[in-house]
């Protein structure tokens, strides 16, 4: 009478081996562009944030036709958002420096108790976002003058660079050069905006876009 063997429905142990090897191969390829993906989502949320707070601010001066000054601590100096561009510090309380002044800004607005002035006029207007905690800004100049479209002469500009705060984390480097990218955003004092990639090389902000003007 014929024998029946049952057939193994289990894996061996070379094949468990090579499945593990094979697994930690994917993973260690996935793992860090995941993670570089997620570090870069947050650069670019922020430097929306930053743009979409300029334009903003540009908006309300072209229509009150008054002028703002901006005044930063330092320059050319990585820093948390909220030592530079942000009036509410982490514990919830306003910064002990001016950021911002404005000229003939009595409009009837409700007054921001963070800066003294209507609410409109801020440089970021989302504040304490998960985003300022995972990045690190830097401004070109120490003040710069803002003027309605149209009526300013002053020539200088503005650049704002955002990089992640793991720029040099191991996992998002590669041939010891991140491949993370710092974003800038340029402006000039009749409020033309530009938005790129700061080129640590030439120092310069590059377009990454059509201009917005």
């Given amino acids: 009478m014929p024998s029946h063997r049952g057939t193994s429905k289990g894996f061996t142990l070379v094949e468990l081996v090579i499945t593990t090897i094979i697994i930690s191969m994917i993973s260690a390829w996935a793992l860090p562009n995941f993670n570089r993906r997620i570090r870069q989502g947050e ?46 510090q982490p514990n919830g309380s306003a910064a002990t420096d001016k950021r911002i002044s404005c ?40 003040s710069f003058e803002l003027s309605p479209p149209g009526m300013s002469v002053d020539t200088g500009e503005l650049t704002i660079r955002i990089r992640s705060l793991s720029q040099n984390n191991s996992d998002t480097q590669s041939q010891n050069r991140s491949r993370l990218i710092t974003r800038c955003i340029k402006m000039s004092g009749t409020g033309f905006i530009m938005s790129g990639n700061w080129d640590d090389q030439n120092n310069q902000c590059i377009p990454r876009q059509k201009q917005t003007s």
């Fill in 43 to 88: 650069v670019d949320r922020y430097t929306q944030t930053i743009e979409t707070g300029l334009f903003s601010l540009r908006n309300q001066l072209g229509i009150t036709r008054n002028n703002c000054t901006l005044h930063f601590s330092s320059r050319n100096r990585y820093q948390s958002p909220w030592n530079l561009l942000e009036l509410q």
């Fill in 103 to 142: 000229s003939g800004s009595s409009l009837g607005e409700e007054i921001d108790n963070l800066n003294g002035l209507p609410a409109s006029y801020r440089l970021i207007q989302r504040e304490g976002t998960a985003e300022n905690n995972a990045v690190e800004v830097a401004v070109s100049t120490n």
